[in-house]
């Protein structure tokens, strides 16, 4: 799971979805990897006014990145370095093992692999009829 | 093959056994079969402008996720079998698995979203128009041009060119076959011991052996007018819909 991508994940509990305890869930346990992927500028900087700021930041720490500054860099300050800065934490970085936890419910959703897993308990566990004919 | 999906069995369990366990089976082989982007699907995700956000709701093996290089698509799918295709694809895009009826996604936030053949595959017409909310609830809101946009394709009832063909007056609730060739089939698998009994030759030590395995997936077949009246039950507005092989199509919004 990419950096990314947590910042437009909540938990999947219905209940939680209005909560603001439950967004951003919380990495445990997070385990990383870096895959170089070319820089799109373009893309950061227009991906960037869509970015829930504060969520980022909490995510980032969870994660060791302690650097990221604590309001959204104006486009002004743009500059090569912090674009990199951003591709590198928002599509290069994933979390390939750990947990991500609701701060509402407690949920913990497993992600192995690189993968994570959002299907709930009622989801699991039904005793399957056969699918053949 | 007409299918009944209104029996005893709750609509979880009909579609755990006839839609999501069979895609977990017949992954690789349907993944090896879907590779080429549909033109409007092609279309509606390269006119995203840079920097867009959206949805894949059932990406499949995620064929959909590396279409347009300047956006950031996250794809869903109720199989990890199909998923872990997807992902093993490296994509510069995301993937995980969800349920299309209980996303973890915050409401409002998206500028797209697609759902390409996957709510034909809910057996009643609530769990239907309950997975075009959630999808549509997940877009930014706003009056036409303004929120963001979600193209959902599904099956259609109308297919009289169709080699299946299903047509007007044919019941909507189907089974179609999804036959497994061998190549695909893992060895020892519990696909392959139950079904042995039903397409099976004996090998050299008097063990049947199956040959291919046929699935049955449920589909729900949609008729003229319904997906847009699907839409507007699940509280959202259609912008644009059409028909193209075989599919109803719309891209719709959500006010909000
Ligand atoms: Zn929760």
């Known amino acids: ?133 | 093959m007409s299918a009944k999906p209104f029996a005893a069995v709750a609509p979880e369990q009909y579609e755990a056994a006839h839609v999501h366990q069979v895609y977990q089976q017949i992954a690789s082989h349907f993944s090896a079969t879907r590779f080429k982007p549909w033109p409007i699907v092609d279309r509606f995700l390269r006119e995203m402008p840079t920097g867009s956000v959206g949805l894949d709701i059932g990406c499949g093996n995620g064929k959909y996720l590396n279409v347009n290089p300047n956006i950031y698509m996250v794809g869903s799918d109720r199989s990890s079998n199909l998923v872990q295709i997807a992902y093993d694809r490296k994509l510069i895009h995301d993937s995980f698995v969800a349920d299309a009826l209980d996303l973890p996604h915050p409401t409002g936030r998206f500028d797209f979203a697609i759902s390409i053949a996957v709510i034909h595959h809910f057996s009643s017409p609530e769990r239907r128009v309950a997975s075009i909310k959630s999808i549509i609830s997940a877009l930014k809101p706003g009056p036409t041009g303004q929120g963001g946009k979600a193209l959902i394709y599904v099956w259609a009832l109308e297919q009289n060119n169709s080699r299946r063909g299903w047509d007007e007056g044919h019941s909507q609730d189907v089974f179609v076959p999804w036959v497994l060739s061998k190549q695909y089939i893992k060895a020892g698998s519990e696909s392959v011991k139950k079904d042995s009994t039903l397409d099976a030759e004996a090998n050299e030590e008097g063990k049947p052996q199956a040959k291919e395995v046929t699935y049955q997936r449920y589909y729900h077949l949609y008729r003229k007018g319904e997906l847009e009246a699907d839409v507007a039950a699940a509280g959202g507005y259609v912008l644009e819909s059409g028909y193209e092989k075989d599919n109803w199509w719309v891209i719709c919004g959500i006010v909000g």
Not at chain 1, 16 to 38: G, I, N, R, T
Not at chain 1, 56 to 62: F, G
Not at chain 1, 75 to 89: G, N, R, V
């Open chain 1, 1 to 133: 799971m990419k950096v990314l991508t947590t910042n437009y994940i909540t938990c999947a509990v219905k209940a939680c979805k209005s909560s603001s305890a439950a967004f951003p869930l919380h990495f445990k346990d997070a385990e990383l990897v870096q895959e170089e992927l070319e820089l799109n500028s373009d893309f950061i900087r227009n991906v960037l006014p869509r970015i829930e700021w504060p969520a980022l930041v909490t995510t980032a720490v969870e994660l060791g990145f302690t650097t990221l500054p604590s309001t959204k860099p104006a486009p002004e300050q743009l500059d090569e370095k912090m674009l990199q800065d951003l591709h590198t934490l928002l599509v290069e970085t994933q979390v390939t093992e750990g947990k991500l936890v609701c701060g509402n419910c407690g949920h913990e959703y497993n992600i192995h692999q690189g993968i994570a897993n959002f299907l709930l308990p009622n989801h699991l566990g039904i005793n399957l009829p056969t699918p053949f004919v």
